[in-house]
């Protein structure tokens, strides 16, 4: 059964950092590129970032670029995502979804049960 279990989310004043993580089985992790996505409180979802099964290529979107740092540590089956600088309207429940394939281009596949970030003061 494949399991994506988010942490570290929580309550944090606007210009701090959050680190959130994502540890993934019941699959070979290695195998397949993850993303993160997100929902602001009463929006729809927003696409944050994606990364390949390797590691080595990533892509944010454009909103988020400088702030925002996606990573993987394929030997600890474990998807990150740094958050550095967080504005209010980074406030979300931020999830963790494994992609069909290997590259950041695949279908979503499996979602995680989210974590919560909220920015404020």
């Known amino acids: 059964e494949v399991q994506l279990v988010e942490s570290g989310g929580g309550l944090v004043q606007p210009g701090g950092s959050l680190r959130l993580s994502c540890a993934g089985s019941?699959?070979?992790?290695?195998?397949?590129?993850m993303t993160w996505v997100r929902q602001p409180p009463g929006k729809g979802l927003e696409w944050v970032s994606a990364?390949?099964?390797?590691?080595?290529?990533?892509t944010y979107a454009d909103s988020l670029k400088g702030r925002f740092t996606i990573s993987r540590d394929n030997a600890k089956n474990t998807l990150y995502l740094q958050m550095n600088r967080l504005k209010p309207e980074d406030t979300a429940v931020y999830y963790c979804?494994?992609?069909?394939?290997?590259?950041?281009?695949?279908?979503?596949?499996?979602w995680g049960q989210g974590t919560q970030v909220t920015v404020s003061s």
């Open positions: 979804v494994k992609l069909k394939g290997p590259v950041r281009a695949a279908d979503f596949d499996y």
């Open positions: 990364i390949n099964s390797g590691g080595d290529s990533t």
């Open positions: 019941g699959f070979t992790f290695n195998n397949f590129a």
